[in-house]
C-alpha cells in the first residue's frame, strides 16, 4: 500500500501569509494527488487536483505542485477563511489520505 | 445542483451491523462513481471503497475487506455502504462522495453520518 506523509502536521499564520504544505508518497504515483480542505462541521473541499489542477470555484490563491513523490500546496495569501485542515489524497493505487495539516491563526 | 442526502445517526451495539444511505440528486446517478470515506474522532480521513454506479463494480480498502459491502440502487439514486461486526473503534463520521474520473477527485460530499459503536 502506498502511505502518504505530510509536513508540517501543524502551522500557525496570520492573515497574508504564504503558506505551503508538503505531502509525500512512499512510492512515485506521477502526479495523480488531490488535496482537500475541512474545516469542523462542514465537509471536504477539493481543492487541487491532478497535483496542479485548480477545481472550479477554488480561489486562485491556492496552488500545487509537484510529481513523483513529493507535492506542495501553496496558500499564497492567508485569508480567515483558509484556517482550516488540509489533506493530500493519492489516487494513483487505491485512494489514500495522508494525515493531514492543520493551518491556524497566529 | 448536485447533492448527496446521507441516512441520519446511528447507535450500534459492538458486533452489529450498519448501513447509511446516501441519496444523489442533481446529476445522473449512474454516471459516476461514488466513494465512502470515514473520519474517527481526531483521525484523518480514511478511504473505505467505491462503486462503479453505472457498472455496479466494487473496489474496497483492504482493512475493510470482508467487513464492508457497497451497493447502489439506480432506480433511486442511492448508494448504500454496509459495515459489519462493529467495533468501539468504528465510531465515526461516515461520508459519501461522488467521484470524477477525469480528475479522480472527490468533488461532491455527504453531509455525513455519525455511527457510535457502544455497549
Known amino acids: 500500500d502506498i502511505q502518504m506523509t505530510q509536513s508540517p502536521s501543524s502551522l500557525s499564520a496570520s492573515v497574508g501569509d504564504r503558506v505551503t504544505i508538503t505531502c509525500r508518497a512512499s512510492q512515485s504515483i506521477s502526479t495523480y494527488l488531490n488535496w482537500y480542505q475541512h474545516k469542523p462541521g462542514i465537509v471536504p473541499k477539493l481543492l487541487i487536483y491532478g497535483a496542479s489542477g485548480l477545481q472550479s470555484g477554488v480561489p486562485s490563491r491556492f496552488s500545487g505542485s509537484g510529481s513523483g513523490t513529493d507535492f506542495t500546496l501553496t496558500i499564497s495569501s492567508l485569508q480567515p477563511e483558509d484556517f482550516a485542515t488540509y489533506y493530500c489524497q493519492q489516487t494513483y493505487s487505491s485512494f489514500t489520505f495522508g494525515p493531514g495539516t492543520k493551518v491556524d491563526i497566529k | 445542483q448536485v447533492q448527496l442526502v446521507q441516512s441520519g445517526a446511528e447507535v450500534k451495539k459492538p458486533g452489529a451491523s450498519v448501513k447509511v444511505s446516501c441519496k444523489a440528486s442533481g446529476y445522473t446517478f449512474s454516471t459516476y462513481g461514488m466513494h465512502w470515506v470515514r473520519q474517527a474522532p481526531g483521525q484523518s480521513l480514511e478511504w473505505m471503497g467505491w462503486?462503479?454506479?453505472?457498472?455496479?463494480?466494487?473496489r474496497y480498502s483492504q482493512k475493510f475487506q470482508g467487513r464492508v459491502t457497497i451497493t447502489r440502487d439506480t432506480s433511486a439514486s442511492t448508494a448504500y455502504m454496509e459495515l459489519s461486526s462493529l467495533r468501539s473503534e468504528d465510531t465515526a463520521v461516515y461520508y459519501c462522495?461522488?467521484?470524477?474520473?477525469?480528475?479522480?477527485?472527490?468533488?461532491?460530499w455527504g453531509q455525513g453520518t455519525l455511527v457510535t459503536v457502544s455497549s
Open positions: 462503486i462503479n454506479a453505472g457498472h455496479d463494480s466494487t
Open positions: 462522495a461522488r467521484y470524477m474520473v477525469p480528475t479522480r477527485g472527490f468533488d461532491y
